[in-house]
């Protein structure tokens, strides 16, 4: 009976619920057995309206069985304790889907410890015993468990390939040098694998230097990002201190003024109402003085109309309204004025400032350049508002369309006089400077355009190249013609082919110096690029000939 015991496993006398050898085994009605406190806690725990089940087979039984140890189970389990019951392997011993099973194993295979090259056989710890054991099989060479022994043996000769054709860069068997690989440069597998072994370890050698350089550089990209995210904290909460400043310096100003209007208000008040109290008590005293006289001039006695008529006509001083007729009456809109006038400076102000800032925030970059976009929808996500600045247009030039689109006009335009005005060239600037990544197209029409970039010091009085887009070190313009392509710099002309198009598209990375034409049709194709160094702001620019090009136009398009 023990011998017998001790071929079966652990798994025929554990509790399926603890997984553990019986302890105190019970036997519910069903026939399956548990340890009595595994069940008890188990129906204890259940206990759903009185009706209790079997863990394994789930069959219920109303009411609760009695538990009574069953004797002799628990007795061959002591007994089995003592013969030596064989442990059964753990599930995580047996073989699934992604491991190597043991050949050997018959039922459900354990996982394989080692694969023979020889045998072609793949051994659990139990059946690899042998290997180890006996002297003819401890000269086979064992591996790491693999799945495809099979891939070892020489589909034509049916032999271990154990040589390797360098010829063919393929493992063959000893048979296969004299036929088909007859004449070829062959080597053992081993020796092979030693020269592969020591190419390998080159590659690991490198592998191993490129990952400490992208460690360093993971390393530096780490410290620019608390560099970044501790300046740009830095840089909020000083800009957040420096605009509470501000406001608070309007707000006292704002205070100060509508303080000083008050006061003059009371002032003035005050004025008015005593003067105004004044000719109300001269009225009363002269309607007094006036229904004394309607009386007297009723009286019947001479003498007595006479006697009286001195003290009755005498008049006192008039009030001195000479106030009222030499300060002509004035209220508060000069006050307002100036304000407006203050308010219109400090926008000036901010929208001419606001260029350092959004350089200054554009200078901010990581260590890493992005690279140019490789479709038109890469290009869009830079897409740049743009507009045109009427005060910088020419005047044979009309500004219209949400002021995006410039139009060569036969007779000049009436705008005002202002500093920023191209007076000679046929030109227009943007408003908006361009920083940072920015892209734009432009639509045209007539006998051609200069789409062009510049800095906003570019000369802007008389017709001299320091004026010109394309003709000074400020500016670079592509000259698109009804035919042709050209690029100017410098006075420089530089040739351009590709597709002709009304449509160019300009991309700007301003940070890498980089400035990109390009031809807008069905398809995207570059025209020219530029690489460079900008020193300042640019801004978007048109340039028009007025001459033979009447209702010629370029539009700045709204891209999506």
């Not at 109290?277 to 003498?303: G, N, V």
């Not at 209220?331 to 006038?341: C, G, L, P, Q, Y």
Request: charged share 25%.
């Amino acid at each position: 009976m023990a011998q017998k015991g001790a071929q079966l496993d652990q798994e025929t006398f554990s509790c399926s619920i603890c997984l553990d050898l019986l302890k105190d085994p019970v036997t519910v009605p069903c026939g399956h057995s548990y340890c009595m406190t595994c069940i008890k806690t188990y129906w204890n725990e259940e206990n759903e309206k009185n009706i209790y089940s079997c863990p394994q087979c789930r069959q219920t039984f109303t009411p609760r069985p009695v538990l009574v140890k069953n004797t002799m189970l628990a007795a061959l389990v002591e007994q089995l304790k003592k013969t030596g019951l064989q442990a059964a392997p753990a599930d995580h011993c047996y073989a699934g889907p992604e491991d190597v099973a043991c050949d050997v194993c018959t039922g459900r295979k354990l996982k394989a410890l080692k694969s023979c090259l020889l045998c072609l056989v793949s051994y659990c710890e139990k059946h690899l015993q042998p290997h180890y054991d006996v002297a003819q099989l401890k000269r086979h060479k064992l591996v790491e468990p693999c799945k495809k022994l099979q891939d070892n043996i020489c589909s034509r000769h049916d032999e271990v390939m154990k040589m390797f054709c360098r010829t063919d860069q393929q493992c063959i068997c000893y048979l296969c040098p004299v036929e088909e690989h007859k004449g070829h440069d062959t080597v053992s597998a081993a020796a092979e694998r030693t020269e592969r072994q020591r190419e390998l370890e080159g590659s690991r050698q490198k592998i191993q230097q490129r990952i400490q350089d992208r460690e360093k550089d993971v390393k530096v990209l780490q410290q620019e990002l608390e560099t970044i995210n501790g300046s740009a904290d830095k840089a909020v909460k000083d800009s957040e201190k420096i605009f509470t400043e501000l406001i608070r310096l309007l707000e006292k100003r704002r205070s100060n003024v509508k303080q000083q209007i008050r006061s003059q208000q009371e002032t003035e008040v005050s004025r008015v109402k005593e003067l105004q109290k004044k000719l109300e008590q001269e009225i009363t005293e002269l309607k007094r003085k006036d229904a004394d006289l309607k009386q007297l001039s009723h009286t019947q006695d001479h003498t007595q109309f006479l006697q009286n008529y001195p003290s009755v006509s005498a008049l006192s001083e008039p009030t001195d309204s000479s106030s009222i007729n030499i300060r002509p009456l004035r209220d508060f809109k000069d006050v307002t004025a100036a304000v407006s006038e203050l308010r219109d400076t400090l926008q000036d102000i901010l929208r001419e400032k606001w260029t350092n800032i959004s350089r200054a925030l554009t200078e901010v970059d990581v260590l890493l350049s992005q690279p140019e976009p490789k479709t038109r929808a890469g290009f869009l996500q830079y897409s740049q508002e743009i507009t045109l600045d009427p005060n910088t247009a020419n005047t044979w030039l009309l500004v219209s369309k949400g002021n995006r689109k410039a139009t060569v006009m036969s007779q000049h335009q009436s705008y005002s006089r202002h500093p920023d005005r191209f007076t000679g060239w046929c030109q227009v600037l943007s408003r908006e400077s361009l920083t940072g990544r920015c892209y734009w197209e432009v639509e045209w029409s007539g006998t051609g355009v200069y789409v062009a970039v510049t800095y906003k010091n570019i000369s802007k009085e008389g017709i001299s190249n320091e004026c010109g887009f394309g003709f000074n070190d400020k500016s670079w313009a592509l000259d698109c013609g009804e035919d042709n392509y050209d690029f100017w710099h410098n006075n420089i002309i530089t040739p351009v082919t590709g597709p002709q198009s009304s449509r160019v598209g300009v991309y700007l990375d301003h940070r890498a110096g980089i400035l990109s034409f390009y031809s807008i049709s069905k398809t995207m194709t570059l025209l020219h690029r530029v690489q460079t160094t900008f020193t300042q702001p640019l801004y978007a620019g048109l340039y028009l000939s007025n001459l033979f090009n009447v209702g010629g136009s370029a539009e700045i398009c709204k891209v999506k």
